[in-house]
């Protein structure tokens, strides 16, 4: 089943917890001379037109990065994600939003190298379009999943791996701690970086108790939630579970977190976690 579509929802806060996560850890990645190999699992179309149809059903982005871009002064890492975006929009008007490849290869150097997997038979083409050098990046219609399996270890030694599925399927759950699981065994050394939501308090308490359950060491886990966890009102909010995150991360998601939760909040129970899932 492949119902989901990125588009919908392009922009908003679970977008920007998650594409300022990539962002730091690029940023980090890009300080050594070494290069370094990006797997994305789950890649989507690379960008989104924000004048699309599908964006304007319910304009999320709206309240999530077009609210961002109205603020001044925002913590350092949030500035590097709004260049970013504003980079892709120089006349400007919000009409474009970086989905996680475009993050990735706004900073990646001629030396890098990105895997990019997405299974959608509509949005493959569209991601392989905007990709079309094949020495920067490899653009695959393969299950994202099993290419943790079959891409890592990197010939680069050092490298990012982001999972990012989209859970409209329950299996995601165990898909995303089996993989994490295969990818650490072959390459401990890597970062990942695991994107879920928070549709209620419980299953995403099951999926840290899965992910603390592996014994992988140095992992951090980063969320906001935008309301209160216990209504039936779709996304509260969102989380990322990081795997030898860079160490800058902890303090920099603690100035920028109560930042976005209080920019982006939606009722008086907006809240955000930085905490050690395992510490190293
Ligand atoms: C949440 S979206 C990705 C958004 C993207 N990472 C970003 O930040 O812009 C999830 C994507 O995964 C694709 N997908 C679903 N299952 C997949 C699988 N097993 N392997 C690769 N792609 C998959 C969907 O078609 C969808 O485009």
Redesign the pocket.
């Known amino acids: 089943m492949?119902s989901?579509?990125?588009i919908y929802h392009a922009g908003n806060h679970a977008?920007i917890l998650?594409?300022l996560t990539v962002s730091q850890i690029c940023r980090h990645l890009i300080k050594k001379e070494a290069p370094f190999f990006y797997l994305?699992?789950?890649?989507?179309i690379g960008q989104y037109s924000l004048n699309s149809e599908q964006a304007q059903k319910n304009k999320e982005f709206h309240s999530g990065i077009a609210r961002l871009l109205k603020e001044e002064n925002l913590p350092e890492p949030l500035e590097g994600l709004l260049d970013i975006v504003r980079d892709m929009n120089p006349t400007d008007t919000l009409e474009y939003y970086p989905?996680?490849p475009k993050i990735v290869d706004y900073y990646v150097r001629q030396k890098d190298k990105l895997h990019l997997?997405?299974?959608?038979p509509n949005?493959y083409p569209l991601l392989a379009a905007l990709f079309p050098n094949k020495r920067k990046a490899n653009v695959v219609k393969?299950?994202?999943?099993a290419a943790v399996k079959a891409m890592l270890p990197p010939p680069q030694k050092r490298g990012f791996v982001?999972m990012?599925?989209?859970y409209e399927v329950k299996k995601d759950y165990q898909y995303v701690v089996q993989a994490l699981e295969e990818g650490y065994k072959r390459f401990p050394q890597g970062t990942y970086a695991i994107w879920y939501p928070v549709l209620n308090r419980q299953q995403a308490n099951e999926l840290l108790k899965s992910v603390k359950a592996t014994h992988i060491r140095n992992v951090l886990l980063l969320e906001l939630c935008i309301r209160n966890t216990e209504q039936e009102r779709g996304m509260a909010g969102s989380g990322m579970i990081i795997v030898n995150p860079p160490w800058t991360l902890e303090k920099e998601a603690k100035e920028f977190l109560p930042v976005l939760s209080k920019l982006l909040a939606e009722d008086n129970e907006a809240d955000f976690q930085v905490t050690w899932i395992t510490p190293e």
């Open positions: 492949l989901y579509r990125h977008d998650k594409h994305d699992t789950h890649a989507g989905g996680s997997c997405e299974l959608h949005d393969d299950n994202g999943f982001l990012d599925p989209p």
